[in-house]
C-alpha cells in the first residue's frame, strides 16, 4: 500500500487517499485533486522501480475527464522524459478549478510462486465479496500456476499460511509446508474420496482440506482466519460425508448416510467453525492409517450420533475421541475375528497340502491298478501254458494275442482319461486357492494376506509337486505299456522250439505215465 501512496504523493501534496480494487491479477486505485505537481523524471523512476519487477505499472492522467495520458512500466520507461513534459504541458493549460484524476493499474506478473498484494484490506474484501464458487475459482487458478502460492504483501505483516497458501512480506519469508503432506499424498487422497465419497463438483474443485486449513493464524486478519477455516470445514465434509455438492453458486449441500441420516444446506456465511480442528483431526485420521473403510464408516456413523438439527457445525459432545474411543472397541472385537481367520486360512492351506498329495495318490493308484491287472493276465498266461503244456512254446496263440492286445489298449484308455482326470482335479485345486484369497480381500489388506498365504510359496511347492508326479507317473504308466506290448510281440514270434526225438526219448513233463507195464511184451522181450 505505501508503494501506491508514495507514488500518488510526487503529484498530489496534499496526500489524498485513493481508492483501491484488488484482485489476485490486478489492482486498480483512483485519485482526484485539484492540487497537483509534476515531479522531475528522477523522483518517478525511482518511485517506478518501488514496485516488484514481476509487475507490470500503468499510469493514466486526465484533467477535467479528457483524454488520459498513459505511462506503461514495462515499454515506456526510455520515454519517461517525454511523457513527464507532456503531463506538464496539461498543467500548464488548467486554472485553478480544474480537477486531475491519476489512476494506477498493476498488472500483477507471477515470480517462482510469489504474487503482489498491495493492500491486504482490500485484497480480503475482495475475497469476502465472492460467492462460494467464485471463491474457488480464485484459488484454482492460483493453484495452477504453481502447487504453493505466496501472497508477496507490501504492508508489514506477521507471516500466516495454510498448507498451499501463505500470506508474508517477501524479505522476511518463511518456511511453509504441512507435516507429512506433498503431492503424492494429495493424489491418494483425492483417489480415496473417489471411491468411497460423492462430491458433485469434485471434477472442477480438486482441493484436500489442508489447502485451507491454516498452519499459522494471522492476529491481525481474524476475517481471513473465518475465511479459510470456512472453506477448511467444507471440505472435511467433502471427505467425510457420504455426498456433497456446491449448488447455486453459493449453496453447500451434504449427505451423510450413519446410524441417523443427515442432510441439509448450508451458505459459507452460515458455517460456525467452532469445531473446525475437531472435523479436521478426524479427517486427518480417517486418512491417513488402518482400514480405511471401516474408519470412514465409524467416523460416520458417530458423526451422526452428535450432530444438532441437521448442523454439522453444531454438535454435541467430541466427536473426534468418540471415534477414536469406538475405533478401539471395534479392534478388540476384531481381534479374535482376525485370529479365526488366520486359523481358518492355516487350516485351508494344510488340507491344500493334503489334497495335493491325494491328487497324486490318486493318479498313482490307477496306474498301479492297470499295472497290476496286466501282469496278473501275463503270470496267469505263463503259468496255464506250463500246466497245461508243459512248455513255453505257443505261449501266445492268436485268442490270447488278440486278448493281451486289448488289456493294453484298454489300459493306454485308462490312461488317458487318468490322466485328463488328474489335470482337471488340478485346475480345480488351483481355483479353491485363488477364490479363497479372493474371498479375503475385503477384511484383509494385501500385505496381510501374503505373509498370511506366505506370498504362496507353499502352493507353489504344492502345485510343482503334483506337476513333476504326473509327469513321472505318466511317463512311466506309457513305458509300462510299451514294454509289454514289446514283450507280447516277442513271445507271439518266437521260433517254437522242436522236441527232443531219434535216440533220445521225449520227456512229458505234462503229466505222469500212470499205465502198467503188459506181461506178454516183458516175455517177447526176454525170449
Not at 495520458?69 to 500548464?92: I, R
Not at 486418512?287 to 467416523?299: M, Q, V
Not at 460416520?300 to 478401539?328: A, F, M, Q, W
Amino acid at each position: 500500500m505505501e508503494t501506491i501512496l508514495s507514488t500518488y504523493a510526487l503529484f498530489f501534496p496534499d496526500r489524498e487517499v485513493p481508492q483501491i480494487i484488488e484482485n489476485d491479477q490486478s489492482l486498480t486505485s483512483t485519485v482526484k485533486s485539484k492540487s497537483f505537481e509534476v515531479p522531475n523524471s528522477e523522483e518517478f523512476l525511482n518511485k517506478v522501480a518501488a514496485f516488484p519487477a514481476r509487475d507490470k505499472v500503468i499510469l493514466y492522467i486526465s484533467q477535467d475527464g479528457g483524454e488520459a495520458l498513459t505511462f506503461n512500466s514495462k515499454s515506456q520507461l526510455n520515454k519517461l522524459e517525454g511523457y513527464l513534459n507532456e503531463v506538464y504541458d496539461q498543467k500548464q493549460i488548467a486554472d485553478d478549478e480544474s480537477v486531475f484524476e491519476i489512476k494506477i493499474v498493476v498488472e500483477k506478473g507471477f515470480d517462482d510462486g510469489w504474487i503482489s498484494i498491495y493492500s491486504i484490506k482490500s485484497f480480503s474484501d475482495f475475497l469476502l465479496s465472492q460467492k462460494l464458487s467464485g471463491l474457488l475459482h480464485v484459488f484454482k487458478r492460483l493453484l495452477a500456476k504453481s502447487y504453493f502460492i505466496k501472497f508477496n504483501c507490501q504492508e508489514k505483516i506477521q507471516p500466516f499460511y495454510t498448507g498451499n497458501f501463505g500470506f508474508c512480506n517477501r524479505n522476511s519469508g518463511f518456511n511453509i509446508r504441512f507435516e507429512g503432506f506433498d503431492s503424492n499424498r494429495e493424489v491418494a487422497v483425492l483417489s480415496k474420496l473417489t471411491d468411497h465419497c460423492h462430491f458433485t463438483n469434485s471434477s472442477e474443485y480438486s482441493f484436500v482440506p489442508e489447502d485451507f486449513f491454516l498452519l499459522q493464524r494471522s492476529n491481525e486478519f481474524p476475517h481471513l482466519n473465518k475465511l479459510f477455516d470456512q472453506l477448511a470445514f467444507l471440505f472435511c465434509l467433502v471427505f467425510i460425508f457420504d455426498v456433497t455438492s456446491i449448488e447455486d453458486e453459493s449453496s453447500f449441500s451434504f449427505k451423510l448416510n450413519g446410524y441417523k441420516l443427515i442432510k441439509g444446506k448450508l451458505a459459507l456465511d452460515q458455517i460456525d467453525t467452532k469445531y473446525g480442528n475437531d472435523y479436521f483431526k478426524l479427517y486427518r485420521w480417517v486418512y491417513t492409517e488402518g482400514n480405511f473403510s471401516d474408519k470412514i464408516g465409524l467416523a460416520r456413523n458417530i458423526i451422526s450420533l452428535h450432530v444438532i438439527d441437521n448442523n454439522p457445525g453444531r454438535i454435541s459432545g467430541d466427536i473426534l475421541k468418540s471415534t477414536l474411543s469406538s475405533y478401539e472397541i471395534y479392534l478388540k472385537q476384531n481381534i479374535k475375528q482376525y485370529i479365526d481367520i488366520k486359523n481358518k486360512i492355516s487350516e485351508f492351506l494344510i488340507a491344500s497340502s493334503e489334497r495335493a498329495s491325494k491328487i497324486v495318490d490318486d493318479f498313482a493308484h490307477s496306474f498301479k491298478n492297470s499295472f497290476f491287472a496286466f501282469t496278473s493276465f501275463f503270470t496267469s498266461v505263463v503259468i496255464l501254458r506250463l500246466l497245461s503244456k508243459g512248455s513255453l512254446n505257443e505261449l501266445f496263440t492268436e485268442d490270447v494275442l488278440y486278448l493281451s492286445l486289448g488289456l493294453l489298449i484298454l489300459s493306454f484308455a485308462y490312461l488317458f482319461i487318468a490322466t485328463w482326470e488328474v489335470l482337471k482335479n488340478k485346475r480345480r485345486f488351483e481355483e479353491s486357492y485363488s477364490n479363497l484369497k479372493g474371498r479375503y480381500e475385503d477384511l484383509l489388506n494385501k500385505d496381510d494376506i501374503n505373509n498370511i498365504f506366505k506370498n504362496d510359496i507353499e502352493f507353489s511347492k504344492d502345485r510343482s509337486f503334483i506337476k513333476k508326479k504326473i509327469w513321472a507317473y505318466s511317463l512311466l504308466w506309457l513305458f509300462s505299456i510299451l514294454l509289454f506290448a514289446g514283450i507280447i510281440f516277442y513271445l507271439a514270434n518266437r521260433p517254437v522250439i522242436s522236441g527232443i526225438n531219434n535216440n533220445s526219448q521225449q520227456i512229458n513233463v505234462g503229466t505222469p505215465d500212470t499205465t502198467k507195464a503188459d506181461p506178454d511184451s516183458i516175455a517177447n522181450e526176454s525170449n
